[in-house]
Nanobody, 124 residues
Framework: VQLQACGGGSVQAGGSLRLSCAVS????????MSWFRQAPGKERVFVCG????????SYADSVKGRFTLSRDTAKTMLYLQMNDLKPEDTAVYYC??????????????????WGQGTQVTVSS
């Protein structure tokens, strides 16, 4: 299984970015997929995720209403649309996956596969 994240960049507060994660080597709809982020000097934390079936999504409170997760099963792509970005959103963003149809784990140690990370920097 390989995950390749891209789309990061530098924006001003209030701006938008769209992250993408290309997935290969897995049965896309049998894997839960999530985005995590890690700010400098901090732990890697859950941002949002979607179950393998696509029927369940989960968002961290800090991003609800601003971030939207979506996926394209035909293209095996995962997306994260980030709007109204804030300086505290600055972090390296990682996509991650694990086998799972129904649930969306939020603990990073539940995930088996990780992308390489993409930097998002939001200036005030």
């Amino acid at each position: 299984v390989q995950l390749q994240a891209c789309g990061g960049g530098s924006v001003q507060a209030g701006g938008s970015l769209r992250l993408s994660c290309a997935v290969s080597g897995e049965t896309f709809n049998a894997y839960a997929m999530s985005w995590f982020r890690q700010a400098p000097g901090k732990e890697r934390v859950f941002v949002c995720g979607i179950s393998g079936s696509g029927s369940r999504t989960s968002y961290a409170d800090s991003v609800k209403g601003r971030f939207t997760l979506s996926r394209d099963t035909a293209k095996t792509m995962l997306y994260l649309q980030m709007n109204d970005l804030k300086p505290e959103d600055t972090a390296v963003y990682y996509c991650a996956s694990r086998p799972g149809v129904v649930t969306v784990p939020t603990a990073r140690d539940k995930y088996d596969y990780w992308g390489q990370g993409t930097q998002v920097t939001v200036s005030s």
